[in-house]
C-alpha cells in the first residue's frame, strides 16, 4: 500500500505527534508498505528528503498569524495535485494541519480535540491568550472542514471521540484507535543507575501542569534531600519556569533538558525513580505510555485520556488537575512506599502489554482502517 501521512508535526521528531508519525511510518515500512510525509518546512519551495526509509516533503510554511494554516495549505494542495496518484491512501493528522482537497481516500486522526483544549486553556498572558484564540477561531473552524472532509475518522481516546459529539457526529462512527509504545525499546531495566529523580517528559507549555509541578516540588526536596527533579522536553513555557525554579533556589534540584534524543530519553525512563504527568488535558499521551512500557510508577492528573490509561492505585495514582497540594501529596506517598511503587510499575506495564499499546498492533488497525476505505475494496 502506498500511504501519504500529511501533518504538521516535525520529522525528524522531537515529542508527541512527530513521534506517534515516525512510529507508525516504521511500522508501515516493515510490514512492507511504502510511506511519504507532508509536513512544515521554511520560507524556502518545497523540500523532498528522506529520513530513514520515509520519503519527506518540506513543504512552505510562515507563522503570518492567523492565516498561516492557510497558506501553508495552499502550497499542500499544490503539491499534491502533482503526486496524488502515487497514493492509495492519505491520513491527515491533527492538531493545525491544512484541509486537502484530493480524490484519494482520505483517514483523519483526530489526536486531542480543539473544542476540549478551548475550554481548559487559562489566560495568564498575551501567548496563552492567543493560543485559546486559535483554538476556537482557527483551529476549530479547520477541524471541523476536516471531518467533513474525511472518509473515515479515527481519534486516540474515547473522551476525544466523545467531543467530536459536538460537530454533530456519531460516536459510533468514529474508530477508537489508541496511541502506542515500542515495548521492546522502551522496556525496564533491572538496576537503576545514577541519582534519584522525578521525571516528566513531554512539551514545556500550558495546559501541561508545570506550574503546580514547579510549586510542589519545593516541599518534596525538603522531605527528600535525595531526590531531584528532571524535566524533559520543550516549548514557550520553559523559561518562565526556569525563573520560577531561580527564584526558589532550587536550580540544582530542578534541570530543565530541552529536546532529548530516543536512546537519551529511554534511559531516563528506565532509570528514573517515579513518573509526573500533571496535564490539564490530554488525547491519550504518549509519554504516559513510555513510562508505563518502563515499570514506572506514575502519579497523573485525573483528565481524560489519563484516565483511559491510570486505574487509581492499581497502575498509578491519579489526582485532581490544577492542584499542586494533591500533586505533592501523592509524591511523598510514593516516595515513602517503596512496594507500592514496585506494585504500580508492574501493573503499568502489564497494562501496556496485556491492552496492546504497543505499535506492532495499533499498526494493524490502522492497516485496516486504509484498506475499508481503498477504492474498489483492495
Not at 534511559?267 to 525513580?273: S, V
Not at 484516565?307 to 489526582?319: D, K, T
Request: glycine share 6%; with cysteine; proline share 4%.
Amino acid at each position: 500500500m502506498r500511504i501519504c501521512v500529511i501533518t504538521s508535526a516535525k520529522l525528524p521528531p522531537e515529542e508527541g505527534i512527530g513521534n506517534y508519525i515516525y512510529n507508525m511510518s516504521k511500522e508501515f515500512i516493515r510490514k512492507g508498505h511504502n510511506v511519504t510525509v507532508i509536513t512544515r518546512g521554511s520560507l524556502n519551495k518545497t523540500q523532498k528528503d528522506h529520513f530513514e526509509d520515509i520519503e519527506l516533503y518540506k513543504v512552505p510554511f510562515a507563522l503570518v498569524y492567523p492565516f498561516h494554516v492557510h497558506i501553508h495549505g495552499f502550497f499542500v494542495n499544490e503539491l499534491l495535485k502533482s503526486i496524488e496518484h502515487n497514493f492509495d491512501v492519505i491520513h491527515i493528522h491533527t492538531p493545525l494541519p491544512p484541509t486537502i482537497n484530493s480524490t484519494v481516500p482520505i483517514v483523519l486522526t483526530i489526536h486531542s480535540s480543539m473544542i476540549d483544549a478551548e475550554k481548559v486553556i487559562d489566560i495568564k498572558d498575551l501567548f496563552s491568550l492567543a493560543t485559546k484564540f486559535q483554538a476556537k477561531y482557527i483551529s476549530y473552524p479547520i477541524e471541523r472542514k476536516l471531518l467533513k472532509n474525511a472518509d473515515l475518522i479515527t481519534t486516540v481516546s474515547k473522551k476525544v471521540a466523545i467531543d467530536l459529539k459536538e460537530y454533530g457526529l456519531d460516536y459510533n462512527n468514529i474508530r477508537i484507535i489508541y496511541n502506542g509504545v515500542d515495548e521492546d525499546s522502551f522496556s525496564p531495566v533491572d538496576k537503576k543507575i545514577g541519582e534519584k529523580y522525578i521525571l516528566y517528559t513531554g512539551r514545556i507549555s500550558y495546559g501541561k501542569g508545570l506550574v503546580e509541578l514547579i510549586e510542589c516540588a519545593k516541599e518534596v526536596l525538603i522531605a527528600h534531600s535525595d531526590i531531584h527533579f528532571i524535566l524533559a522536553g520543550n516549548g514557550p513555557l520553559i523559561n518562565e519556569l526556569k525563573v520560577k525554579v531561580k527564584d526558589l533556589n532550587l536550580e540544582d534540584r530542578i534541570k530543565f533538558l530541552g529536546h532529548v534524543g530516543r536512546n537519551d530519553i529511554i534511559k531516563l525512563y528506565q532509570n528514573a525513580h517515579m513518573f509526573v504527568f500533571p496535564s490539564h488535558y490530554e488525547g491519550l499521551p504518549g509519554s504516559l505510555l513510555e513510562a508505563m512500557s518502563c515499570k514506572l510508577p506514575i502519579v497523573a492528573t485525573k483528565v481524560p485520556g489519563n484516565i483511559e490509561l491510570i486505574e487509581h492505585c492499581v497502575n498509578g495514582i491519579l489526582v485532581p488537575p490544577k492542584n499542586a497540594s494533591a500533586l505533592k501529596e501523592a509524591i511523598l506517598t510514593l516516595l515513602d512506599d517503596a512496594d507500592m511503587r514496585t506494585k504500580l510499575g508492574d501493573k503499568a506495564r502489564d497494562t501496556i502489554i496485556r491492552n496492546g499499546f504497543t505499535w506492532k498492533k495499533i499498526s494493524d488497525n490502522i492497516l485496516r482502517c486504509y484498506q475499508s476505505i481503498q477504492k474498489n475494496g483492495n
